[in-house]
């Protein structure tokens, strides 16, 4: 019995899983209230069957605090045997951006690190978290891109 385990065990330690990766975090629309990034997210799915997404959690920070966080639940699947390309909406209030006066100032960016928490429903071992964190500076919207957005 103890060599079924162990045998078990290291198929399962060995097995592949999906694997994903920040590809970029770009200013998406200005809204009269807030900034809206997307953080762009490829997912490469090792299954011949499409696995559901159960929940996407993020948290922004800039300057070491927390300037957005929350969750998307149900965002869809990854197709089989692939790479599916996700967008996470991250917004931002103009309350928030005013408290990184400092950091915008010198470069008209904000250094960020963003976390995500990918939440994949793999069949036989149940829900899998995939972190991800991913660092970098995000440009802020300029004039012209306040008057081009009709939102």
Known sequence: MEKAKNYI???VANM????AAVTTVDLKSVHRDHIE???KVAVDNPYPTPLPICDITYVLKSDGRVIAHGAIPDPGSIKASGQTLLEVP???PHSILVSLVKDIGRDWDIDYELELGLVIDLPVFGNFTIPLSSKG???LPTLSDVFSSKK
């Open 90 to 92: 991250v917004k931002v």
């Open 137 to 139: 500076e995000v440009k």
């Open 37 to 39: 990034y997307a953080a």
């Open 16 to 19: 592949k899983k999906p694997e």
């Open 9 to 11: 065990s290291e198929k």
